[in-house]
């Protein structure tokens, strides 16, 4: 491998001994062979080099996310997917009578790993996302080892897997949008960086129809593409199309196996305006971004510091005795980061989960900073090591209360029903679905569907009239075809869409339910009794 410095890929097999002027070498090798051994050559090192990076990464996969199998749920999100793929496997039709902001390529995976393993457990989609971390990890080494070297690759590898968990333990171990995400990420932008350009754009549909926001790679992917065509003078109109149609069959294949193609354009592009929209508590939002962005970068400091060193140094027009030369420029890294955090910022929500995606460049730009600099590889892995050990001992200890609350509010409602009875959850926390094994008993299967409400934000523009679009006439005819729902379980608190903001929530308790229980701030009411 090559040192700290050394910069260039793998050498090649020995040259054969030079022949002196006149004499004629003792041992001739056949010209014919040459091609031959010098292929099998490399294939021996590339394959020795993965054969021992990959079980490692494995290993370190496993490792670093094994708190996720100690909780049934760790966010609403995991919740909402699993209540979604159990209304998809009793007939529910996506983007009709079963809605989400999102795209529908984890809503099936659930539903997929639910119809092979059954819905009780998350465990098949906690070691799918263990996979993915594998996947992202071995990707990001294949760009840093080809750019950087064997140790760069390595320590790339590496390096994002003790990063992956460098957030909230409900942001990083549960098994939602941004980490099955990331592998098509990756692969977009190392495909591009290998010219692929057809494949880069089927990346960047997988990751888009994974969440949306990951279509923000196709940013770096163009600007390599014009880089590209600017070096090499090449027509670049031909390469654009290759990556449009690449783009753009994934998503029109969805679009036909979809029964409701109006429906996915709605609930995926065109009808999230006022829940992506600036309005909302300024100050929360801001210490939210801030504050995340603070967890990201003290998780990452080990490679943070020598990124900014790095630009210190090309600020300064110095030199570093002993260092090499970079290979190459990072700028379409830069892009790439700044990509990323454009798409974190889409909706002013500034979830800890959203920062995943600022991962992988992240990496890269750090792995890249220490090996074109005097930097030594040791602290920066043991700082991400000791970070990677807080974050995981926080996992394991991280506060259940909320948890447990729902739990036991999960528990009262499957006891006072039968699996024939709906519910209606009036709250954020769609994951009581799925814990009571109960039927839903609308299509929004949260309160924000109905006033608009979005965490994070404060009650303005948060009322029925601000509800999607014909949501309340949908509501009410979806409770006129099945009935009423045995149980409606208040989990507002103090919330700005509490049923005494909301009249028509407020009325159907007023006139047909009665309180059967309280469990700290959430009300349970059932069905009165004629």
Not at 14 to 41: C, E, K, M
Not at 54 to 59: F, N
Not at 302 to 322: A, D, K, Q, T
Not at 453 to 466: C, N
Request: aromatic share 10%; charged share 15%.
């Amino acid at each position: 491998m090559p040192g700290t410095g050394q910069i260039g890929r793998d050498p090649g097999p020995a040259r054969p001994p030079t022949r002196a002027p006149g004499r004629l070498s003792p041992v001739p090798t056949p010209t014919s062979s040459r091609p031959a051994v010098t292929a099998r050559l490399r294939e021996q090192v590339r394959t020795g080099y993965w054969t021992r990076l990959v079980p490692v990464l494995a290993l370190l996969a496993v490792a670093t996310h094994i708190p996720s199998f100690l909780r049934p749920v760790w966010s609403p999100d995991e919740g909402y997917l699993a209540t979604q793929a159990r209304m998809l496997a009793d007939g529910g039709v996506l983007y009709d009578t079963v809605v989400d902001r999102k795209p529908p390529l984890l809503p099936w995976l659930y539903q997929a790993c639910f119809a092979l393993f059954g819905s009780g457990s998350l465990w098949p989609l906690r070691s799918l996302a263990i996979v993915a971390h594998l996947v992202t990890a071995v990707l990001l080494a294949s760009i840093a080892r080809g750019r950087w070297g064997n140790r760069a690759g390595g320590a790339a590898g590496v390096l994002y897997l003790l990063l992956s968990i460098g957030l909230s333990p409900e942001d990083t171990q549960a098994a939602t949008f941004e980490v099955f995400m990331l592998p098509a990420m990756v692969a977009a932008f190392r495909y591009a960086e290998r010219r692929r350009w057809l494949a880069a754009g089927i990346a960047v549909a997988v990751c888009s129809l994974t969440k949306q926001t990951g279509g923000a790679v196709l940013l770096p992917v163009l600007w390599m593409l014009l880089q590209d065509a600017r070096r090499r003078g090449v027509r670049w109109p031909p390469v654009l199309a290759a990556i449009g149609f690449g783009f753009a069959l994934p998503i029109a294949l969805v679009a036909l196996i979809l029964t409701k193609p109006k429906g996915f354009l709605f609930w995926v592009v065109t009808g999230s305006g006022d829940y992506a929209s600036l309005g909302g508590a300024w100050l929360q939002m801001t210490g939210r971004a801030l504050g995340n962005s603070a967890i990201l970068l003290a998780a990452g400091l080990g490679f943070v510091v020598p990124i900014g060193y790095r630009l210190w140094l090309r600020r300064g027009r110095r030199s570093v005795p002993g260092a090499g030369e970079e290979h190459g420029s990072t700028t379409d890294l830069w892009v790439w980061l700044l990509s990323s955090a454009i798409a974190v910022s889409v909706g002013f929500h500034f979830f800890g989960h959203y920062y995943l995606q600022l991962m992988p460049s992240l990496v890269l730009l750090g792995v890249g900073a220490v090996s074109t600099s005097a930097v030594r590889w040791r602290p920066v892995l043991t700082y991400s090591a000791v970070a990677c050990t807080f974050f995981w001992g926080l996992a394991v200890f991280w506060p259940g209360q909320k948890l447990t609350q729902t739990t036991e509010v999960a528990t009262a409602v499957a006891k006072q029903t039968t699996p024939k009875d709906t519910v209606l959850v009036w709250g954020m926390h769609p994951e009581l679905y799925w814990l009571a094994d109960r039927r839903p008993a609308s299509r929004y299967l949260t309160a924000g569907f109905l006033t608009n409400f979005s965490g994070g934000k404060d009650g303005q523009k948060v009322g029925e009239q601000y509800s999607v679009s014909e949501a309340w006439q949908t509501f009410d005819e979806e409770l006129a075809a099945k009935g009423l729902p045995e149980i409606v379980v208040d989990d507002s608190g103090t919330a700005p869409y509490q049923p005494l903001l909301i009249p028509r929530i407020e009325s159907l308790l007023d006139t047909h339910y009665e309180v059967v229980g309280v469990t700290g701030d959430t009300v349970i009411y059932r069905l009165k009794k004629r």
